[in-house]
C-alpha cells in the first residue's frame, strides 16, 4: 500500500472547484447570496454542535464538512465581485485573514514572548484584541477609544451573550463581584449565568445539558405512563409527578 504523502489539507482545493463548478452550473447554487446563506451558517453550526454533545464523532467529520462548505459557499460569492472591489475577497483572503489573526494573538508561539501558564496567554490574548480595536476605530475616522466590551456579538444566544460579556468584562479587569441581579427583568438570569461561570464551568454547554436531561426524563415519564395503558396528554398534574418521580433525576 502506498503512503499518501500529499499535505493535509490538499482536498479543499477540490471542494473549492466544486463550488465553482456548482456557482456556474447550478441554478440554486448560484442563485444564492451572502444574505440567503447566513441561516445554513447557524443551522449548520447547530447540527455539528448537537453532534458533538452526542458524542458522535464518526458523524463529527460530516457536519465539519457542511460547516466548511458554508465558508467556501461565501467565498466563492466573495470572488465573483470585480477587482477592486473592497467587499471583495477568495478563500485564500479568508485563510490569510485567520492565518495572521492566529500568528498575531500568539506571540507565545511565533514570537519571542513568553509566558507562565494559560492566565497570561489569556491576558495577552485581550491586550492584543483591545490594540487590535483600537487601531480599527482610528482607521475608520474614531479617536481609537473602545470599550473592553467592543466585539462582543449581540446576535448570539442569550446565554453565550451574558457570560461572554461576563468573561470580557472580568479579563479586563471589572470586579466579578459586580456582575450579577440589577433588579431588572432578566437580571436574575444573568446573575445565575455569572454564578455558573464564576464555577469555572460553561454556563451556555451546561443549560444544553440540563435541556437534555429534561427532556430524556419527561420522555421516560411518558413512557411509563404509556405502559400503563395512559395517554401522557390526559395526565393531571399528580398523575404527572407520580411517573416523574419514577424516572432518574
Same mark, same amino acid.
Given at each position: 500500500?502506498? !503512503?499518501?504523502?500529499r499535505?493535509?489539507?490538499?482536498?479543499?482545493?477540490?471542494? #473549492? *472547484?466544486?463550488? %465553482?463548478?456548482?456557482?456556474?452550473?447550478?441554478?440554486?447554487?448560484?442563485?444564492?447570496?451572502?444574505?440567503?446563506?447566513?441561516? /445554513?451558517?447557524?443551522? !449548520?453550526? /447547530? %447540527?455539528?454542535?448537537?453532534?458533538?454533545? *452526542?458524542?458522535?464523532?464518526?458523524?463529527?467529520r *460530516?457536519?465539519?464538512?457542511?460547516?466548511?462548505?458554508?465558508?467556501?459557499?461565501?467565498?466563492?460569492?466573495?470572488?465573483?465581485? $470585480?477587482?477592486?472591489?473592497?467587499?471583495?475577497?477568495? #478563500?485564500?483572503?479568508?485563510?490569510?485573514?485567520?492565518?495572521?489573526?492566529?500568528?498575531?494573538?500568539? $506571540?507565545?508561539?511565533?514570537?519571542?514572548?513568553? #509566558?507562565?501558564?494559560?492566565? %497570561?496567554?489569556?491576558? &495577552?490574548? !485581550?491586550?492584543?484584541?483591545?490594540?487590535?480595536?483600537?487601531?480599527?476605530?482610528?482607521? &475608520?475616522?474614531?479617536?481609537? %477609544? #473602545?470599550?473592553?466590551?467592543?466585539?462582543?456579538?449581540?446576535?448570539? $444566544?442569550?446565554?453565550l451573550?451574558?457570560?461572554?460579556?461576563?468573561?470580557?468584562?472580568?479579563? &479586563?479587569?471589572? +470586579?466579578?463581584d459586580?456582575?450579577?441581579?440589577?433588579?431588572?427583568?432578566?437580571?436574575?438570569?444573568?446573575?445565575?449565568?455569572?454564578?455558573?461561570?464564576?464555577?469555572?464551568?460553561? +454556563? !451556555?454547554?451546561?443549560?444544553?445539558?440540563?435541556?437534555?436531561?429534561?427532556?430524556?426524563?419527561?420522555?421516560?415519564?411518558?413512557?411509563?405512563?404509556?405502559?400503563?395503558?395512559r395517554e $401522557?396528554?390526559?395526565?393531571?398534574?399528580?398523575?404527572?409527578r407520580? /411517573?416523574?418521580?419514577?424516572?432518574?433525576?
Open positions: 500500500m502506498t !503512503e499518501d504523502v499535505p493535509p489539507g490538499h482536498r479543499v482545493s477540490r471542494l #473549492v *472547484e466544486v463550488m %465553482e463548478t456548482l456557482r456556474r452550473e447550478c441554478p440554486w447554487d448560484s442563485s444564492q447570496t451572502h444574505e440567503s446563506l447566513a441561516k /445554513y451558517l447557524i443551522q !449548520e453550526s /447547530y %447540527e455539528t454542535l448537537e453532534t458533538i454533545e *452526542e458524542g458522535d464523532h464518526a458523524l463529527l *460530516e457536519e465539519l464538512g457542511d460547516v466548511l462548505l458554508q465558508v467556501v459557499f461565501h467565498a466563492a460569492i466573495g470572488a465573483e465581485r $470585480p477587482e477592486g472591489d473592497p467587499a471583495r475577497f477568495t #478563500v485564500d483572503d479568508v485563510a490569510d485573514a485567520i492565518i495572521d489573526k492566529m500568528t498575531r494573538r500568539h $506571540p507565545h508561539v511565533f514570537g519571542a514572548v513568553e #509566558v507562565s501558564g494559560t492566565d %497570561e496567554v489569556w491576558s &495577552n490574548w !485581550e491586550a492584543i484584541k483591545a490594540a487590535e480595536r483600537a487601531e480599527k476605530a482610528k482607521a &475608520n475616522g474614531g479617536s481609537g %477609544e #473602545v470599550s473592553v466590551l467592543d466585539g462582543v456579538p449581540f446576535a448570539q $444566544p442569550a446565554v451573550l451574558a457570560d461572554e460579556l461576563r468573561k470580557r468584562a472580568v479579563r &479586563n479587569g471589572f +470586579p466579578a459586580l456582575v450579577g441581579d440589577d433588579g431588572a427583568a432578566g437580571g436574575e438570569l444573568f446573575a445565575a449565568v455569572a454564578a455558573e461561570g464564576d464555577q469555572g464551568r460553561d +454556563p !451556555e454547554m451546561d443549560l444544553r445539558a440540563a435541556a437534555r436531561r429534561f427532556d430524556a426524563r419527561v420522555r421516560a415519564a411518558e413512557d411509563a405512563a404509556r405502559a400503563d395503558g $401522557p396528554r390526559g395526565l393531571g398534574a399528580e398523575e404527572w407520580a /411517573y416523574w418521580s419514577k424516572t432518574d433525576g
